[in-house]
T-cell receptor, first 116, second 117 residues
Framework: DTGVSQDPRHKITKRGQNVTFRCDPI?????LYWYRQTLGQGPEFLTYFQNEAQLEKSRLLSDRFSAERPKGSFSTLEIQRTEQGDSAMYLC??????????????FGEGSWLTVV | AQSVTQPDIHITVSEGASLELRCNYSYGATPYLFWYVQSPGQGLQLLLKYFSGDTLVQGIKGFEAEFKRSQSSFNLRKPSVHWSDAAEYFC???????????????FGKGTKLSVKP
């Protein structure tokens, strides 16, 4: 069990550029989640996948954000035309199944985005 | 709507002293409750969780939490704090509804714990 892996850990980009983050979940975890955390706040839910299907998206996920999990394994989160308000830590998490069945959600180390 | 309130933004305790971090939730059904800890610049580590059964839950690193339905609370406790416990602590409720979310977590804003030598 190598844990949830995220790449890159830090990204500085100019406003208007596109950025992409990658997440590798714990092996055989069929659920994968993306959260965003700004300074002084708790993580906020963005979206989650069950295998390759994106089952829920938060209102925080504007049209500039897109997430994919093409083969039900790793996932990418792309932000197009970045804005300074996008500066945050993007957390990926995975779980072996639904919370209803008592499963735990495990978080990665996060990817820090700074938009200048 | 579900929500989590952590009333204390920052708490300072002396090493060896006891600790209690408060968490109140708003949720219509039986909640799934969690405490996570986050060191600076790091991801979140699960300390403990409550799904059902015994309302006193034991976790890692000597932490425990008690679910009190009448008070809508899930406070985190530790009898003797160590300097390495300095971190930010987040309480979360699992949002699981009919026809609604099937598994995301709603977090409080966190409580930062500082430990005095």
């Amino acid at each position: 069990d190598t844990g949830v892996s995220q790449d890159p850990r830090h990204k500085i980009t100019k406003r208007g550029q596109n950025v992409t983050f990658r997440c590798d979940p714990i092996s055989e975890h069929n659920r994968l989640y993306w959260y965003r955390q700004t300074l002084g706040q708790g993580p906020e839910f963005l979206t989650y996948f069950q295998n390759e299907a994106q089952l829920e998206k938060s209102r925080l996920l504007s049209d500039r954000f897109s997430a994919e999990r093409p083969k039900g394994s790793f996932s990418t989160l792309e932000i197009q035309r970045t804005e300074q308000g996008d500066s945050a830590m993007y957390l990926c998490a995975s779980s072996p199944g639904t919370l209803v069945l008592g499963n735990t959600i495990y978080f990665g180390e996060g990817s820090w985005l700074t938009v200048v | 709507a579900q929500s989590v309130t952590q009333p204390d933004i920052h708490i300072t305790v002396s090493e060896g002293a006891s600790l209690e971090l408060r968490c109140n939730y708003s949720y219509g059904a039986t909640p799934y409750l969690f405490w996570y800890v986050q060191s600076p610049g790091q991801g979140l580590q699960l300390l403990l969780k409550y799904f059902s059964g015994d309302t006193l839950v034991q976790g890692i690193k000597g932490f425990e939490a008690e679910f009190k339905r009448s008070q809508s609370s899930f406070n985190l406790r530790k009898p003797s704090v160590h300097w390495s416990d300095a971190a930010e602590y987040f309480c979360a409720v699992g949002a699981v509804n009919y026809g609604g979310s099937q598994g995301n977590l709603i977090f409080g804003k966190g409580t930062k714990l500082s430990v005095k030598p």
